[in-house]
């Protein structure tokens, strides 16, 4: 007959079939159901009751042995859990068959308002049971001796231990103690893993830190002082690498050499160039008249530490006369790039 809608689709349970030889009792399935609610099973065209047979995983375990038969055992799977996520059968189907005047029923547990109830096949409106507790059915009225009671109930799962989609919903907690992250992760984006041992690939940039200066300083001093420019890093790791580039500043009268170094810590500290107070890394020469000089350092430094960490820039006269550091108010500036190793 015509029919006005759309077109109707046809999707067939997942159903195993065996064949019962009279003594064995168990059958492994292709599936493995929710639970023995899940599965119907009919034995020789005869549906069978669940306390007939158990489920375990994928093994259906009858009571007594079916008898002998080619393809006289049918299991047709009502619900399959989702693979690796904890739940409960979510599609239960109960029979039940009343004594007279019965009014209470007992299915599996179900979600509230998750319920649909039939009596000899009809199904009944809310008026006719209470289903509030998610354990009970009660009738309005009692029940006929004979009378076939069936429960469709749905129990509504979530999925548990799930971390929220939402901002700041993940901390350092949940992250295992000791795992080793190998995906480069850029530091600076507020992301912290404290209990992990490694937190990028080696050569990423963890971080990066400037420093700048733009007072005018001098010396007449034969042995290192601060030129005023320095910068201070605090290393997430004690393997990384420091890359510390300075432009400095300087000028010095004519014919004068001025020595340029680079420190960790103060003017006490280490001298980087290796020196020990000496040459440095280098002078600049001011030639036959007095001019600003903009030199360059590049250092790649091991502090090995994860404390903070200073980098001074220092400079000393090459002999007799005063030198210069940011002359007019010129900028100085220490950059300083933490790479993981």
Not at 251 to 280: C, E, F, K, M, P
């Amino acid at each position: 007959m015509p029919y006005i809608g759309n077109p109707i689709y046809q999707s067939a349970f997942v159903t195993d079939q065996f064949s019962g030889n009279g003594s064995t009792t168990a059958y492994t399935m292709s599936v493995a159901p929710a639970g023995t609610t899940n599965v119907l099973v009919v034995v020789s065209g005869v549906v069978q009751d669940p306390s007939t047979y158990g489920v375990t995983g994928n093994t259906l375990t009858f009571s007594a042995a079916p008898p002998s038969g080619t393809g006289n055992i049918s299991c047709r799977y009502l619900g399959v859990p989702v693979t690796g996520v904890t739940t409960t059968a979510y599609r239960t189907l109960t029979e039940f068959t009343a004594t007279s005047g019965q009014t209470t029923f007992t299915p599996p547990s179900y979600t509230v308002g998750y319920i649909l109830v039939f009596r000899n096949g009809v199904l009944l409106g809310s008026a006719d049971y209470t289903a509030s507790n998610g354990t009970t059915v009660v009738l309005t009225t009692g029940a006929t001796a004979g009378d076939l009671v069936t429960t469709e109930s749905f129990y509504v799962s979530s999925v548990l231990n799930a971390i929220p989609n939402s901002p700041a919903s993940v901390g350092s907690s949940n992250i295992v103690a000791g795992v080793t992250l190998t995906s480069p992760i850029i530091a600076g984006n507020g992301i912290t893993f404290p209990n992990s041992t490694t937190q990028a690939s080696a050569g990423v940039v963890l971080q990066v830190v400037q420093g700048t200066y733009a007072t005018q300083t001098s010396t007449t001093s034969g042995t290192y002082v601060s030129t005023g420019l320095t910068g201070t890093i605090t290393p997430k790791f004690s393997t990384s690498k420091i890359l510390v580039i300075v432009q400095g500043c300087v000028q010095s009268a004519a014919s004068l050499n001025t020595n340029i170094t680079l420190y960790r810590g103060t003017v006490s500290g280490t001298d980087l160039s290796g020196t020990s107070g000496g040459v440095g890394f280098g002078y600049i020469n001011a030639g036959s008249t007095s001019s600003n000089q903009t030199p360059v350092i590049s250092y790649l430094d091991s502090p090995a530490t994860t404390s903070s960490t200073t980098y001074t820039f220092a400079f000393k006269v090459g002999g007799g006369g005063t030198i210069y550091g940011c002359v007019g108010g010129s900028l100085a500036t220490i950059t300083l790039m933490e790479i993981a190793q």
